[in-house]
């Protein structure tokens, strides 16, 4: 199994209180993502790095930003939470070789209410 | 733009039933790579199978097989003699080559009974 660990695993917080996810590999990939999860939307890209540093948006980046100042860690931060982020969040890793497949982490449930 | 279409939304089948999911993708990329992704009820995402482009051969693994078709754009999903494990939500996704990063269909919810 690829090494990625996501904490927290659960979190409930209130609207307009900021918010970390925070996703920690030990494979040394290049690339890592954030998805959400959502019913009727299946997976969505909220914001990816390709490296220390360098990330860019996805579909549904607004309400989030991004910080990646390690290889192994990538941030995700909701600003100020709103009902309407309240999904399962995916962080995944890729090495971007020509075999590359995508690895997941856990999800965490977020919930904001 | 790319695209992933899965228009099953849910699949009931009674095990040992064999079962098809359908992926049909838009791209104008000429590389490009095919995935699928399997979501049990424990909620994790667990890699399939991945074909790019070039390679139309299609593959079988166990109970498991893809038949990968440009002309129609479609890498269809079939598992044979179905059984309650299978039971889950199947994700088909797109890479382009010029992308580093997978746009998924909606997903297809397969429950197999006995």
């Known amino acids: 199994d690829a090494g990625i660990t996501q904490s927290p695993r659960h979190k409930v917080t209130e609207t307009g209180t900021p918010v970390t996810l925070r996703c920690h590999q030990t494979?040394?990939?290049?690339?890592m993502y954030w998805y959400r999860q959502d019913p009727g939307h299946g997976l969505r890209l909220i914001h990816y790095?390709?490296?220390?540093?360098?990330?860019d948006k996805g579909e549904v980046s607004d309400g989030y930003s991004v910080s990646r100042s390690k290889t192994e860690d990538f941030l995700l931060t909701l600003e100020s939470a709103t009902s309407s982020q309240t999904s399962v969040y995916f962080c995944?890793?890729?090495?971007?070789?020509?075999?590359?497949?995508?690895?997941f982490g856990s999800g965490t449930q977020l919930s904001v209410l | 733009a790319q695209k992933v279409t899965q228009a099953q939304t849910e699949i009931s089948v009674v095990e040992k039933e064999d079962v098809t999911l359908d992926c049909v993708y838009e791209?104008?990329?000429?590389?490009?790579?095919l995935f699928w992704y399997k979501q049990p009820p424990s909620g994790e995402l667990v890699f399939l199978i991945r074909r790019n482009s070039f390679d139309e051969q299609n593959e079988i693994s166990g109970r498991y097989s893809w038949n990968f078709q440009k002309s129609t754009s479609s890498f269809n999903f079939t598992i044979t003699a179905s059984q309650v494990v299978d039971s889950a939500v199947y994700f088909c996704?797109?890479?382009?080559?010029?992308?580093?990063?997978?746009?998924f269909g909606t997903g297809t919810r397969l429950q197999v009974t006995l």
């Open positions: 790095s390709y490296g220390v540093k360098d990330t």
């Open positions: 494979e040394n990939h290049r690339y």
């Open positions: 995944a890793i890729s090495s971007g070789d020509r075999n590359e497949k995508l690895f």
């Open positions: 791209t104008r990329d000429t590389t490009y790579y």
């Open positions: 996704a797109l890479r382009t080559g010029t992308a580093s990063k997978l746009t």
